[in-house]
């Protein structure tokens, strides 16, 4: 294997730690938790049941946000205590990588169709990018 991208976490669970000397931390990228409920399903509940059922996934997507920042930093620290040299991307490279990565979620949502086109224009606006 030449390159992999994964984050800390998720390069120690699946051991490929053992297969480098170093990692490159460009911070792009994310560990996603989603809760998914049918259509159907949600409005099949009473309104107190479906604000329940929002608020408890909102507790726990919260929770799980805060814990995975926490994992990472530790998995990071764990795999320079292994030997492996960490390289922090400086804010050119991240400069860089926006640039390159930026058209491909244009091309990813007109793929997709009109309503990914749509949520990545309010994601851009959201976020000003």
Do not use: C
């Amino acid at each position: 294997m030449d390159a992999f991208i994964a984050s800390a976490f998720f390069t120690l669970g699946s051991r490929w730690d053992d297969l480098m000397d170093w990692a490159y931390l460009i911070d792009m990228a994310v560990v996603s938790v989603y809760e998914v409920v049918g259509v159907p399903s949600l409005k099949g509940l009473s309104a107190d049941q479906s604000k329940t059922l929002s608020d408890v996934a909102g507790k726990f997507q919260g929770r799980w946000n805060q814990e995975i920042v926490e994992l990472e930093k530790k998995a990071r620290v764990d795999m320079a205590n292994k030997g492996k040299k960490m390289l922090q991307a400086t804010e050119n490279d991240r400069a860089k990588a926006m640039e390159i990565i930026k058209p491909y979620w244009a091309e990813w949502a007109k793929a997709v169709g009109p309503n990914a086109v749509e949520a990545l224009q309010k994601v851009r606006e959201t976020l000003s990018k």
